[in-house]
C-alpha cells in the first residue's frame, strides 16, 4: 500500500536554472540595500576617503605617471577599497542568513544550493559595481584626470577584480556564521588594503612590507588598476596573486557550502 501510494505521489521538479530568477535577484538587492551600515562603510566612505586625500592637496594635480594624476590614482585605489568591502559584505550575507536560520528555510523551496550561491555572488558585484561607479564619478567631478579611455579600463579591472573578495565573503560567511561577520572582518579588510598599497604607495614602504604585500589578496588587484595610468604592464606576478587568491577563495568556498548543505 504505501509503496502505492508512494509511486502516486507528485515528483518534485527542479526548476529551470535552479530556481534562479530575476524576483530573487531583486528582493536580495533590496535586502542588501536596505542595511545602512553596509551603505555606508561600501558606497559613502570611499568617496570621504578620496574626497579627503585625493583632492585639494599639493600632489593632486601632480602626474603619477603618463597617463594621470595623482588624484586619479587615489581614485582608483578608493574604488576598490570600496569595491573589496562592498562584495566582501555581499558574499557574507550568507552568515546573516545561516544564524538566523533562513538557509535552511530556502533548502525547503526548489531553489537549488548552486543558484543560491550565484544569486549571492551576482548581488556582492551589482553593489561592487555601485561603489566603483560612485567613487568615480566624485573623481570625474573633482581634480582626477587620466586619458579618457582609462576611465572605462580601470573602472572594469577594479570592478571584475573585486570578484576575489566576492568569493572571499561567500567563503568567511560559510566559516564564520555570524550576524556580526563584516564586524570581525572590517579590520582585516582595512589591513590588506593597506598592504596592497591602496592607503600608502608601496614604494614609500620599507623592503619588508613590499615583500610581503606580494603575497597578499589585494596587491595583484591594485598593480593591475593602477598599472594603466603608470604606462606599463603589471607583471605576470600581479596576474598570478589574482588567479591563485580566487581559486583559493572559491575553492575554500565550495569546500564549506558542501559540508553546510550535507547537514540537511
Not at 566603483?132 to 581634480?143: R, S
Amino acid at each position: 500500500m504505501s509503496s502505492a501510494i508512494a509511486s502516486r505521489a507528485p515528483q518534485r521538479r527542479v526548476p529551470r536554472f535552479g530556481g534562479f530568477n530575476g524576483t530573487l535577484l531583486g528582493l536580495e538587492v533590496r535586502r542588501l540595500t536596505r542595511n545602512r551600515r553596509t551603505m555606508i562603510f561600501s558606497v559613502v566612505l570611499p568617496v570621504v576617503f578620496f574626497l579627503l586625500f585625493g583632492t585639494g592637496k599639493a600632489y593632486s594635480l601632480r602626474s603619477a605617471g603618463p597617463h594621470g594624476n595623482w588624484a586619479a590614482s587615489i581614485m582608483i585605489s578608493m574604488a576598490l577599497y570600496g569595491a573589496m568591502l562592498s562584495t566582501t559584505a555581499g558574499g557574507a550575507m550568507v552568515a546573516t542568513e545561516r544564524s538566523q536560520g533562513w538557509s535552511r528555510q530556502l533548502r525547503l523551496t526548489p531553489l537549488t544550493p548552486a543558484a543560491y550561491i550565484v544569486v549571492k555572488v551576482l548581488v556582492a558585484m551589482l553593489l561592487g559595481a555601485v561603489s566603483v561607479a560612485v567613487t568615480y564619478a566624485a573623481g570625474g567631478f573633482t581634480q582626477a584626470h587620466m586619458d579618457g579611455p582609462l576611465w572605462v579600463e580601470t573602472a572594469l579591472i577594479a570592478w571584475v577584480g573585486s570578484l576575489v573578495f566576492a568569493a572571499f565573503g561567500v567563503f568567511m560567511g560559510y566559516l564564520l556564521p555570524s550576524e556580526n561577520v563584516m564586524q570581525i572582518l572590517g579590520p582585516g579588510l582595512a589591513l590588506l588594503a593597506f598592504l596592497g598599497g591602496l592607503f600608502t604607495p608601496l614604494d614609500q614602504l620599507g623592503s619588508t612590507f613590499q615583500t610581503i604585500a606580494k603575497f597578499t589578496p589585494m596587491y595583484g588587484l591594485s598593480e593591475l588598476a593602477h598599472a594603466p595610468i603608470a604606462g606599463t604592464g603589471p607583471g605576470w606576478t600581479a596576474v598570478v596573486n589574482v588567479v591563485f587568491w580566487l581559486a583559493l577563495f572559491a575553492g575554500g568556498a565550495a569546500w564549506r557550502f558542501r559540508r553546510d548543505t550535507a547537514r540537511v
